[in-house]
């Protein structure tokens, strides 16, 4: 089960490594000033949130697998990083469904299933619904149209190649989905609705045993237009529309046991992703 509150953790240090033992250690000679106590705590914050980063890629990417174990040991070797902000990083991917925390406090992957991936998409859809159609009025300035029109053009470039590098295209595709977030001039709702869409990432790679991207820029070029012109219902019955055929074509990628890890292993290692019929 997937729950779409939204739980903010305070990052906590380990107090044998972390700034608190730093103030104890400094207390023994001198007080720490206010400057060096703040600089240990942006030092730590930065690096929970360098493996937060690191390590969500590589859950979005399949490179984790669903249902695989992280452990703080090899985590810490892999990545380079102690293991206090290895440890803060897993409670934050906790608070945001990426990982999962079993009986026994062991943290494994989130599991894929299409129950999750249907509630999940429900809830994409509204919000995505409410972004476009928040933007069809609120946006201001013409620039903004602009740069997500540049996405699109480069999303039909991308359409064009042989053969076609989905994990390239799908880059391009959040870039697109999140200017559209932006659009709306609401910026928690922009924060939270690029939240969801890295929920959907892994879901929407199962739609890769089709060759439809040049059809997807397409249906984006449509919503744009829409929300250029301040057509509100339009704009959102062209995201409607849109949302539908990814969905029903990642449920047939699930359906028939299709599985993009192997394609963008394949893509890292420097084998193109091979081209794939209608």
Same mark, same amino acid.
């Given at each position: ?25 400094? /207390? ?29 890629? @590589?859950?979005? !990417? ?11 040991? #090899? *985590?810490?070797?892999?990545?380079? !990083? ?11 991917? =906790? ?5 999962? #925390? ?5 943290? =494994?992957? +989130? ?23 928040? &933007?069809?009025?609120?946006? $201001? ?5 602009? &740069? ?12 064009? $190649? ?8 799908? &880059? =391009?595709?959040? #870039?697109?989905?999140?200017?559209? &977030?932006?659009?709306?001039? /609401? ?30 820029? $397409? ?13 509100? $219902? ?9 949302? +539908? @055929?990814?969905?029903?074509?990642? *449920? !047939?990628?699930?359906? @028939? ?5 192997? #394609? ?15």
């Amino acid at each position: 089960m997937i729950y779409f509150n939204r739980y903010h953790t305070t990052i906590i240090i380990d107090r044998r490594t972390g700034p608190a033992a730093c103030r104890r250690r400094r /207390n023994k000679e001198g007080d720490m000033d206010e400057r060096e106590e703040m600089t240990a705590e942006v030092m730590y914050g930065s690096k929970t949130k360098q493996a937060y980063e690191l390590i969500k890629q @590589k859950i979005l !990417m399949l490179e984790y697998a669903p249902g695989q174990p992280l452990r703080e040991l #090899e *985590l810490s070797e892999q990545l380079s !990083m102690s293991r206090t902000p290895i440890r803060a990083a897993i409670e934050r991917l =906790v608070a945001d469904c990426f990982v999962d #925390e079993t009986a026994g406090k062991r943290t =494994v992957v +989130s599991g894929v299933s299409v129950d999750s991936f249907v509630e999940l998409y429900e809830v994409r859809e509204a919000m995505e619904m409410l972004c476009v159609s928040l &933007a069809a009025y609120a946006w $201001q300035d013409h620039s903004q149209i602009d &740069a997500a029109r540049d996405l699109v053009d480069r999303q039909f470039e991308l359409a064009t $190649q042989t053969p076609v590098d989905s994990q390239a295209v799908q &880059a =391009v595709d959040r #870039e697109f989905h999140r200017a559209l &977030a932006h659009l709306s001039g /609401n910026r928690l709702l922009e924060r939270e609705t690029v939240w969801i869409y890295d929920l959907c990432l892994r879901y929407i790679f199962y739609s890769m045993h089709m060759n439809w991207s040049a059809r997807i820029a $397409q249906e984006h070029r449509d919503i744009l237009g829409a929300i250029e012109r301040r057509d509100s $219902q339009l704009a959102q019955a062209h995201v409607r529309n849109h949302l +539908s @055929k990814v969905k029903d074509a990642v *449920l !047939m990628g699930l359906a @028939k046991g299709f599985d993009p890890s192997v #394609e963008l292993r394949n893509a890292r290692e420097g084998y193109t992703i091979r081209p794939h019929g209608e």
